[in-house]
């Protein structure tokens, strides 16, 4: 499987170092099978910058079955959860991998409202129900990181 990664620089070898806490899944290297996803990612970045780029890796998902896999189909109370425990540095499992939807801006506010208090968890649910999947695959250890294979970028 291809997958990308949005940035202000070529990244040819993704690490742990550089990312995050208090994101989506977690500290980890993100990347998503949805090119314009990417190259939107990179545009956010760019506007700073004034460049962007979409690195591109292949990931052969045969390796999944050698790693520790947390998969979320769907907007749900779990992902919820799980971004919460992300977001609050709480999160204390053990994946090597996480795959499921973005928290994008929409989805964020909706996220904010329910973090904030101000909705509970049902209306939520409800509320990212009408929202377009998107998709975040994100690299959480030095082993998961291993299978992914640097092949090209693109300037944006």
């Known amino acids: ?9 070529e990244v040819s070898k993704p690490d742990l ?13 993100y990347v998503t099978p949805i090119y314009e996803q990417a190259e939107q990612w990179a545009k956010r970045l760019c506007k700073n910058t004034g460049s962007g780029v979409v690195s591109i890796y292949n990931f052969n998902e045969q390796h999944l079955d050698h790693l520790k896999v947390l998969t979320f189909e769907t907007y749900s109370e779990e992902w919820l959860d799980f971004i919460l425990q992300c977001r609050r540095c709480q ?10 939807g973005v928290a994008n801006d929409r989805v ?4 904010e409202l329910y973090f904030d208090g101000l909705i509970d968890k049902l209306e939520a649910i409800k509320r990212l129900r009408y929202e377009e999947n998107n998709l975040q695959i994100t690299f959480r250890t ?9 092949e090209s970028s693109v300037n944006i």
Request: net charge negative.
């Open 142 to 150: 030095d082993r998961a990181l291993s299978y992914l294979r640097f």
């Open 108 to 111: 964020f506010n909706t996220v």
């Open 91 to 100: 999160d204390t499992t053990d994946y090597d991998i996480v795959i499921g």
């Open 17 to 29: 170092q550089h990312s995050r806490e208090k994101v989506d899944f977690g500290k980890g290297f």
């Open 1 to 9: 499987m291809q997958v990308y990664h949005g940035s202000y620089m």
